[in-house]
């Protein structure tokens, strides 16, 4: 894990979050929606493989307030994802 907002916490729908570093890439992350950080997953940091092994556990990135949480109803859920992931 390269970076993560830290100076400015405001994240816009969109716009780059963090950047994820492997052996070979580093790949942008993009704010699924706006918000605030309120808190970054030091562990990640510390273990990024656990954004690959554990992605829905320990693997989380940041955890937001967001500015409108209706905005979630726009968002796809696990299963839509995995049926257009075929």
């Known amino acids: 894990m390269s970076s993560f907002p830290k100076s400015e916490p405001k994240l816009t729908k969109g716009a780059g ?3 994820v570093e492997s052996v070979k890439a ?5 704010a699924p929606l706006s918000g605030e950080v309120v808190e ?7 273990d990024p493989a656990s954004i ?6 320990a693997g ?3 955890r937001m307030r967001l500015d409108d949480a209706s905005a979630m109803d ?3 859920d ?3 994802y995995a049926e257009i992931s075929r």
């Open 60 to 62: 989380w990135l940041y």
């Open 26 to 30: 580093a790949s942008d992350v993009y």
């Open 40 to 46: 970054v997953n030091e562990g990640v940091v510390a």
């Open 74 to 76: 726009a968002l796809m």
């Open 78 to 80: 696990e299963a839509a």
């Open 52 to 57: 690959g092994s554990d992605p829905q556990g």
């Open 17 to 19: 979050a963090a950047v």
